[in-house]
C-alpha cells in the first residue's frame, strides 16, 4: 500500500461534502484552485472557470454564499482583489484532514446521509462512509503496533 494514499475516498468524501455543505462539485473545485490562489481578482476566478462548465453566476454566487470574499475593494486602477473566506478555508481544511484520515461523523446530526429521509444514494454512500471510517480505524490500530 503506498503510505500516502490520499485519493482512495475522494469520491465518497467529495459526495459527503457537497451533501453537509450545500456545494456543486465544479464550485469545490473552484474552491481548491483559489484556495492556493490565496488573493486573486475576477480575471484569475474567470481564467480557471473556463476548465469548467458553464455557470454565469458562480462567482456571485460564491461570493454571496460566503465561500469568497472581498479582501481589498477597488481604488483607482487596481482591480479589486478577493479571497477564499474564512467559511470556504475551513471547508477546504475539513476536505484535506478527511482525506489525510480523518473518520466521517455517522451522526445524524452532523451528517445529512445519515439523516431517516437520506435518499437511496445517500444511503449508499452513507455505508461506504461506514466501510470507510472502518478501514481507517484498521489503518490506525495497525500503525500503532
Known amino acids: 500500500m503506498p503510505k500516502e ?25 473552484m474552491l481548491f484552485f483559489l484556495y492556493s490562489e490565496k488573493i486573486f481578482n475576477k480575471a484569475t476566478f474567470q481564467e480557471f472557470e473556463q476548465c469548467m462548465s458553464w455557470d454565469v453566476p458562480r462567482f456571485h454566487r460564491l461570493l454571496k454564499e460566503g465561500w469568497i470574499h472581498v479582501w481589498r475593494k477597488r481604488t483607482g486602477k487596481n482591480a479589486t482583489l478577493y479571497e477564499v473566506s474564512y467559511k470556504g478555508k475551513s471547508l477546504i481544511k475539513t476536505v484535506y484532514k478527511k482525506l489525510s484520515g480523518q473518520e466521517i461523523g455517522e451522526s445524524a446530526n452532523i451528517n445529512p446521509l445519515f439523516r431517516k429521509d437520506a435518499s437511496y444514494m445517500d444511503r449508499r454512500y452513507r455505508n461506504m462512509i461506514v466501510e470507510m471510517n472502518k478501514f481507517i480505524k484498521q489503518q490506525r490500530r495497525l500503525s500503532q503496533q
Not at 9 to 28: E, F, G, M, N, T
Open 5 to 29: 494514499d490520499y485519493m482512495k475516498y475522494w469520491r465518497v468524501i467529495r459526495y459527503w461534502v457537497q451533501a453537509k455543505y450545500k456545494v456543486s462539485s465544479p464550485d469545490l473545485d
